[in-house]
């Protein structure tokens, strides 16, 4: 079976407000570039470095900040500054990576991944908590994507070889197959701004 990642999208049934991104009069994308996060206007110009020692940037919904991942402490912590870059602010302290930063849609709450396991908490950081579990310990969740009362993330839950998108606990929303057999793997969801549809990577044939 020839290997190649594509982006998909599968349709989900949920209705929710739509989050934006930029939050100004010229909405701008953020991305990690060289070990840093810049941002860029939707129309490709005006590009500027904003955060070092910063990736996995993610708008809050109105776009007055932005949440990422940095090991500017010699671990890897999830943060939140300004939309322009100032006042960041450190939000987790527990051992191990904490990644994949993913605001709900009221910009009231984070989901992030803490060692393979799916973890919310306030914007401020306070009130922690396991969301998603490992049931084995072969299970690994990651890159966490909220929209309303549905959070979609990538799992090995069905097979340790076999990465697929699940809902919040556990409802299996992708089944990967190559034509030849061979199980591929779908994973960094993301939702439509209307909460419609997930876009995904994927490298099934």
Do not use: C
Request: proline fraction near 6%; avoid cysteine; charged fraction near 20%.
């Amino acid at each position: 079976m020839r290997r190649f990642i594509v982006v998909l999208i599968a349709a989900v049934a949920v209705l929710a407000p739509s989050p934006s991104g930029g939050g100004t009069a010229a909405p701008e994308l953020a991305f990690s570039r060289a070990g840093d996060i810049w941002t860029i206007g939707a129309d490709g110009t005006r590009a500027r470095p904003l955060l070092r020692d910063a990736y996995a940037p993610a708008w809050s919904p109105d776009g007055s900040r932005l949440a990422f991942v940095s090991n500017r402490s010699g671990d890897e912590e999830i943060y939140v500054a300004r939309a322009d870059g100032t006042g960041v602010t450190r939000l987790t302290r527990l051992p191990g990576p904490d990644l994949s930063p993913a605001w709900s849609s009221n910009g009231r709450r984070i989901a992030w991944s803490h060692e393979a396991e799916i973890w919310t908490m306030a914007a401020s950081g306070a009130g922690k908590q396991r969301l998603v579990a490992k049931a084995q310990a072969w299970h690994e969740h990651h890159s966490p994507a909220w929209h309303g009362a549905a959070l979609v993330y990538s799992s090995t839950r069905a097979s340790a070889f076999n990465t697929e998108l699940y809902r919040v606990p556990a409802k299996r929303l992708t089944f990967t197959k190559g034509s030849d057999g061979v199980l591929g793997d779908d994973s960094m969801p993301d939702f439509s701004p209307d909460g419609r549809r997930i876009a995904f990577t994927s490298n099934r044939d």
